[in-house]
């Protein structure tokens, strides 16, 4: 027993002899006060900010799980005051404000009064009232490293940074705004023109292997959300997530795109093939308008069980960008063609029938007399609509009444949308909502293969 304690003993008094040298050696790690080392790493950043007589560029992604980014240029001064620059919006005039290098739960950097950052987090942006982007006015410094300040957005720790890095500018004053200029006219390149065709692609090639996916790029919130049939046991698709940001020769995206073993980030625009390219370990990442989509969804089937119903397409109602500027090309013609005669267009409804061939499926246009605004009704029939393949088939035939056939051909281009040889691609966009309001009406968007730039978004009524 005696041999027991004497043991326990020495476990005692090795234990508190490790205590002893651990406090020893903390001493030695942290030789400063607490408010030392804060002052310390508020003086580092603050020089880091001064150091640059030509700023920082700034790209800054608010929350890269629901929206893109925005760059920045700014450029710090002793006085306190911050000359900014973004391409936020149009407005990219330089505003001066003020700035401070301060300790909260960590060293931030807070702008303090209005300039183009507070933009991001405006509640009152139109479309995005009660949150804007979700941005924030104050960033944590999180690091420096190879001449790139890393900061947190404290609104959004894990899906908010802000990179800066030296601006390499001559002349702030005027580069920085042609610059801001220059990528927010990069926008312009990833959205359709009215020729092209809607289906927007990812295309990734590695070797011979090539992996396409439905980009669903949402213009307005500067995210994507790609997705791609993964073949296996089960057929599955696989979504992706990211925001994107706009450089002076392409785009960044956030998070990368993480995908068969590579990662993808940063994109070049190319003028020759209207597309962005990314090149990674000898693979090739590429954003592109395609002829037809990756892969075509099952929403058209839908449109079996929606019963005795009619689609509505009416520019009175507001406009969404689901409705292509092709679609808006289109309808100018059609004003083109009955403005000749003293008339223009309303609006057009498609009445969808699966069994009958008699003149059940149709198309219904109205158009409006321009000289006392009396509006006349059109009908254009089809044969019974087919789904085969996940696509739409309308087989058109003859117009029904006078009317008709007076303006089949000044109203020819809509017929020809939906007389598509290669078919029309359904898809359901949930409830209708548009520039104007919304409505509780289920709404979907029809695309023709035959004419791939022309699409329209409207709303299912019975």
């Known amino acids: ?68 980014g925005f760059t920045f240029y700014m450029k710090f001064n002793a006085d306190g005051t911050v000359n900014m620059t973004s391409d936020f919006d149009a407005d990219t005039a330089i505003q001066t404000s003020s700035f401070e290098v301060r300790y909260g739960s960590a060293t931030e950097l807070v702008f303090t009064t209005r300039n183009h950052i507070q933009k991001v987090s405006d509640p009152d942006f139109p479309g995005l009232v009660g949150t804007g982007f979700k941005g924030t006015s104050v960033f944590q410094y999180f690091g420096n490293e190879n001449g790139v300040i890393t900061f947190r957005d404290v609104r959004n720790s ?32 990833l959205l359709p023109t009215p020729t092209s065709s809607v289906f927007q692609v990812l295309k990734i090639e590695k070797g011979n292997k090539v992996s396409n996916f439905n980009f669903n790029y949402d213009a307005f919130r500067l995210h994507a959300s790609p997705r791609v049939l993964v073949e296996g046991t089960v057929i599955s ?44 370990n000898g693979t090739t990442a590429t954003i592109l308008f395609d002829n037809q989509p990756a892969f075509i969804n099952e929403d058209v089937n839908q449109l079996l069980d929606l019963g005795p119903t009619g689609f509505l397409y009416r520019p009175a109602l507001g406009s969404n960008p689901l409705t292509s500027i092709g679609h808006d090309a289109m309808i100018t013609q059609v004003n083109a063609n009955l403005g000749t005669i003293g008339f ?3 609006e057009y409804q498609l009445v969808l029938d699966f069994e009958s061939d ?35 088939f309308l087989n058109y035939t003859a117009p029904f ?40 009406n289920r709404a979907g968007t029809f695309t ?15």
């Open 1 to 68: 027993m005696k041999k027991i304690y004497i043991k326990f003993g020495f476990i005692c008094l090795l234990f508190f002899g490790l205590l002893s040298c651990n406090s020893d050696n903390s001493e030695t790690l942290f030789p400063e006060s607490p408010a030392d080392r804060i002052a310390q790493s508020n003086s580092e950043l603050l020089n880091l900010l001064l150091a640059e007589s030509n700023g920082y560029k700034g790209v800054y992604f608010p929350k890269d799980d629901e929206f893109g």
């Open 158 to 189: 894990s899906s908010g940074r802000f990179e800066f890095m030296p601006s390499n500018l001559t002349n702030f004053n005027t580069e920085s705004v042609l610059k801001v200029q220059t990528s927010l006219a990069q926008r312009e390149n």
């Open 237 to 280: 698709v696989q979504e992706f997530n990211f925001g994107i940001a706009f450089t002076e020769d392409g785009l960044i995206i956030s998070p990368s795109l993480e995908f068969d073993g590579e990662a993808y980030t940063n994109f070049t625009y190319d003028d020759a093939t209207s597309s962005y390219i990314s090149t990674v």
């Open 344 to 346: 223009s267009f309303v």
């Open 358 to 392: 008699d003149c059940d499926t149709f198309l219904f246009i109205r158009v409006r007399r321009n000289s006392d605004g009396a509006t006349f009704s059109t009908f254009y029939c089809f044969e019974k609509a087919v789904i085969q393949d996940r696509k739409l």
């Open 401 to 440: 009444g006078g009317n008709g056939t007076f303006l089949e051909t000044r109203l020819a281009p809509i017929i020809n949308f939906f007389n598509s040889s290669q078919g029309i691609i359904y898809t359901d966009e949930d409830s209708f909502s548009s520039s104007l309001g919304s409505f509780s």
């Open 448 to 462: 023709s293969l035959e004419n791939p730039s022309i699409r329209v978004y409207g709303l299912w009524f019975g």
